[in-house]
């Protein structure tokens, strides 16, 4: 029984997929208002990604900008804090 059900949905998925259109038409290009439209829409989403990404990582840059001596000062403290011994030795 199980068998003849199974055999039939396969004889009917042909059928099924026949009544879809094969082929769609290309979409109608878009008029230049909407293109300008579409651009503004992409720069405005790059924009507020940039804006996440500097509030998500601005206080990682500014770490980058410190100075040679403030990094070695900041180590030094690390260092002391951990129990380390500080460079020179």
Do not use: I
Request: charged share 30%; aromatic share 14%; with cysteine.
């Amino acid at each position: 029984m199980h068998r003849r059900a199974f055999l039939a949905a396969l004889l009917l998925l042909p059928a099924c997929g026949a009544a879809q259109p094969v082929r769609q038409d290309p979409p109608a290009p878009a008029s230049p208002a909407e293109r300008q439209r579409q651009y503004d829409q992409f720069w405005s989403r790059q924009r507020e990604k940039e804006a996440n990404d500097r509030f998500w990582n601005g206080p990682r840059e500014a770490r980058r900008a410190l100075t040679r001596d403030q990094f070695e000062r900041w180590d030094y403290q690390r260092y002391r804090r951990q129990g380390w011994r500080s460079y020179p030795y």
